[in-house]
Every structure is written in C-alpha cells, then in structure tokens.
C-alpha cells in the first residue's frame, strides 16, 4: 500500500491527529549557541536555527517527536520549516540544506517506525517546506511595485533541492505549509511534482495555507476559496489551514473550506492568539474543545496545532475526536472554477 493509500485507509475510519509545534518547544530546552553550532565550524551565530539541530543535537527533535507520538499523534512534520536555501543562507548554512532535510527526514521516520511497530498502527512523515522569507506576489521595494527579489524557478530549484533530501530520508508526503503566497505554493508544487517524476513514483503533496487577516485571505490577497481553486490541479491528498489564528478565528474558513474541497481537510491552529508578551495561552483543553466543534460538524479529517500548542494540547485533541466520524469527502458539480484573488464559477 502507498504511503497516499495507507493515509487515506486510516482517514476513512478516523479523525487523524498530526503534531503541534516545534519551535516553542525547541525553546523549553534553553539551548546555548554551542548546543546549535556544534562541531560545523560555521562562520554566523547559529542560535535560533532550530532545523539545523538534526545535524548537532538531534536528541532535541527527536525527543519532541517522541513526545508528539507518545500524545497521540499519527503525523509527525520533520523539523525543517527553514531548511531551504534562502532561510540557511543567513546562518551560512546554505551548503548544509541537503544533509539537514535528509537527517531530519530520516529522524522523523526511525521514530514513527517506532511506534508503528509498538501497537500495528501507521504513524506518517510529512516533510515539512515552509514559504522562506520571499515572496514572489509582491515587491519589497514601496518605490518599485514590480521589483522582485527572486524568480519562480529560482525559488521551484529551491524546493526542489529540499524535496529531494526530505523524500531520500524517507518523508511520507511533502507539506508545503504556512502558504502566505499562494505563488510561492505553485512554485513548491512544481518542485515536489518533478520529484515524483523523477522517482518515477507519487509523492502526496498537502498544503497548508496561513490567514493574515479575519477576512479570511493570506499575504499575496487569496481568499480560501480562490486558494483551493488555485491549487486543485495538484491534487493534494490534504488541504487546509494553519498558523496565525486559533482555532476560534478560523471557523468561519474550515466551514467554507470543508463544504467545497473534495480531498481531506487538515487544520492545525495556533493555540489561540498571542499575549502582550508573545506567548500562548490557551489551555489544552480549550484548544481542545474549539476543534472538537469542527469533527462534531463534520468539517475536519485531520487537527493538529501550530504556535504554542505543545504534547499536552496534542494529547487533549486525540482524546477530545476519539470515537468520532471523520468528515465525508463532498462531490462538488462539474464547473469550471478558475481563481484570481477571488474565485470565479462559470455558470452550467
């Protein structure tokens, strides 16, 4: 069975739970700058580059996804949201991106291997590809609106080059998440869709967009509708929504979401919104009930959580879905639905 046939046999009896957060854990550890350095000799400060600890400390990560699995968790993200190209390039670290995605790839995996074997239940690696701190919809220059600073194929090369190392490591799926710029997205899709051509296999693509306002749209202005239009040629085994919100915030976008994307649906929100200080409040159990509201409607087939969510919040969501019913796939009319910024359905 392939990794796309097993995910799609458990979602079909389940309501599935993939990981929360790794960056506000890493943090918990109090790690030094030499914890991150370690013994590479590389020329920039390394503290804060939480990925590239699969390489000097990865008993971090990997006692984080442990603790992700022992919750309950069928999912595990590797941790390597900026291990690309232009995010390593400012840690020096840009020559690494390889070895960083294939260690942290085949971390994810031992341990989900792991657990698989305890009880017989598959657990997945989905790789992780976060959007770099580019964007290829607007220009950074307020002088110069049509100034860009890097290229579609540069930035598809990129993911390219992250692909490559996250499915050599033994990645499950590519999840192309925190989507911003949904441009940015097609670039990645196109990555892992060269990929999978050139193993001459199917490599599941999930993708995850990221709201920056309670209208319901992300940076480069798409609305979730003209998101899901935008993106549906993939055919992504998940689509949904994560980061920036809590779970609160983004009912309104998973009820629209659920009702039209004829693929499963995966949230994982931020534990509710930051405080004045940055940090998430929002209990477990709250965190808990707010996503329970989505498989009560039938809305969701995989919860997870973003920023602040922690092995606790993973646990209390397992608990709080258990026993209910995954949400059915809807059959939405034939129509051509293209998308700008808004979506557009050509009448029968």
């Known amino acids: 069975m392939t990794p796309r046939e097993s995910l799609l046999a458990q979602a079909a009896q389940r309501i599935l739970v993939i990981d929360g957060a790794f960056g506000t854990e890493i943090q918990n550890w109090k790690l030094s700058e030499a914890d991150y ?4 000799g590389l020329t920039h400060d390394q503290k804060g580059n939480n990925d590239i600890l699969a390489l000097t400390k990865p ?6 996804h ?100 996250l499915l050599e490591g ?28 050139a193993l001459s296999r199917d490599v599941p693509i999930m993708l995850s967009m990221t709201l920056t306002d309670l209208s319901g749209r992300n940076l480069s202005g798409h609305t979730v509708e003209a998101f899901w239009h935008a993106v549906r040629h ?20 998973v009820k629209v979401l659920s009702a039209m994307a004829d693929t499963l649906i995966m949230v994982y929100p931020n534990a509710g919104l930051p405080n004045e200080l940055g940090a998430y409040d929002e209990a477990p159990q709250t965190s808990a009930g707010l996503v329970r509201e989505w498989a009560e409607g039938g809305q969701v087939n995989i919860l997870g959580g973003c920023c602040g969510s922690t092995p606790a919040h993973i646990e209390a969501i397992a608990d709080a879905v258990r026993g209910l019913p995954p949400r059915a796939m809807p059959v939405p009319e034939v129509r051509t639905r293209l998308a700008g910024l808004e979506p557009f359905t050509m009448a029968a």
Request: aromatic share 8%.
């Open 234 to 253: 993939a055919k992504p085994l998940t689509i949904g929504l994560n980061c920036s919100f809590g779970a609160e915030q983004l009912r309104p976008h």
């Open 59 to 64: 008993e971090v990560p990997g006692s984080i």
């Open 66 to 165: 442990r603790a992700y699995f022992e919750a309950g968790a069928d999912v595990a993200e590797t941790n390597t949201f900026s291990a690309n190209r232009i995010s390593q390039a400012d840690y020096g670290a840009e020559h690494l991106v390889r070895e960083i995605n294939v260690e942290s790839a085949k971390l994810a995996r031992s341990i989900a291997d792991e657990f698989a074997a305890r009880d017989g239940r598959p657990r997945f690696v989905a790789g992780a590809i976060g959007p770099t701190n580019k964007t290829l919809s607007l220009s950074p220059d307020v002088n110069d609106p049509g100034f860009r600073e890097i290229d579609f194929d540069y930035l598809k090369d990129v993911y390219r080059e992250q692909v490559d190392a």
């Open 37 to 40: 350095a370690g013994t590479l």
């Open 170 to 197: 033994g990645a499950d799926f590519i999840l192309i998440e925190t989507v911003f710029d949904t441009l940015n997205a097609k670039a990645g899709i196109m990555a892992v869709l060269e990929a999978g051509q």
